[in-house]
């Protein structure tokens, strides 16, 4: 984590002059989110939802694909202190498939401490492809308890003031994965006003890694 909070408070000081202001910046307008009871999760979630791309990192870094990301909140005002999200990551070639389609439940867990829960979709997931540009079809199309967690694989996140960012990862190594010959995925992520940071690695036994960016996480730039 210690690495990674490096590469979020450069990158945050870098862009202060852009962060200043946009704290509100996220959501869609004219939504009440169901995390209206708890200010603080309402700022989480409303920083969340949006589109964002890493196309300016995928230009200075080879490293790095043009990505994009879309989360959108559905089943607004189903709970008070819940939050569920529909996530869709493509690369820029081809939104109309996109390789990870997941629901987040976004809560406070303990405390200044909030959980990130994944959850995967019934049957084919590209039934579902583009569907955050119409989340009302969640309403009438899928309950929750049709879901699948992905146990596990939560991220824990936390307020830090200094930087203006929720920061957190998953739990050391409770996050099976047999990817490419992994045995568990580690998650960390930030998110700030007008982007968010996710660095996903995939480790074997040993702790060795196997997958994911190697020099830090993608840079997921609000773009709507």
Known sequence: MTQFKRITAALFSGSM???????SGGGGAGTVPSSAADPMLTELVDRMTGSFSS????E???EYFDIRLEMVEIWPGRDDDVSWLYVEQATATSLERPYRQRVYRVSRSDGNEFV???YEL???PLAFAGWHETPGRFDEALEPEFLTERTGCAVYLSFDAE???FVGSTRDGTCASSLRGADYVVSEVAVYPDRLLTWDRGFNSAGEQVWGATSGGYEFVRVD
């Open 17 to 23: 002059a852009l962060l200043i202001g946009c704290a």
């Open 55 to 58: 196309a300016a990192q995928a």
């Open 60 to 62: 200075r870094d080879d």
């Open 116 to 118: 990130s829960a994944v």
């Open 122 to 124: 019934p049957g084919d």
């Open 163 to 165: 930087a203006d960012a």
